[in-house]
């Protein structure tokens, strides 16, 4: 069975840090496509990062520069290393993955979301 299950989150200065890892329950060479999402109360869900299977890794203009999505192979896990983290980066962060299914259609999967906060 297939899930996506985020971690890392919680609370940080403005101009901190924080890495937030998703963890998959089988092979990232799976996924066409792994990514990184954030939505705050009231608002629609943002795209924030995404690292495809082949293709170019792609960021949202607002955090283009601090933030750095990555794959790790050994812990199978998908990273989103924050930096000079802002007050606006507050949100519950969801990890997304897109699969490819046996007879060759598309399946996508969404994490629980973990929860960053960004305040003095």
């Known amino acids: 069975q297939v899930h996506l299950v985020e971690s890392g989150g919680g609370l940080a200065q403005p101009g901190g840090s924080l890495r937030l890892s998703c963890a998959v329950s089988?092979?990232?060479?799976?996924?066409?496509?792994l990514a990184w999402y954030r939505q705050v109360p009231g608002n629609q869900r943002e795209f924030v990062a995404s690292?495809?299977?082949?293709?170019?890794?792609k960021y949202s203009d607002s955090v283009r520069g601090r933030f750095g999505i990555s794959r790790d192979f050994d812990k199978s896990t998908v990273v989103l290393e924050m930096t000079n983290l802002k007050p606006e980066d507050t949100g519950i962060y969801y990890c997304?993955?897109?699969?490819?299914?046996?007879?060759?259609?598309?399946?996508?999967?969404w994490g629980q979301g973990t929860q960053v906060t960004v305040s003095s």
């Open positions: 997304y993955g897109e699969l490819m299914m046996p007879l060759g259609s598309k399946d996508n999967y």
């Open positions: 089988i092979h990232m060479h799976s996924f066409n496509v």
């Open positions: 690292v495809p299977r082949s293709g170019d890794i």
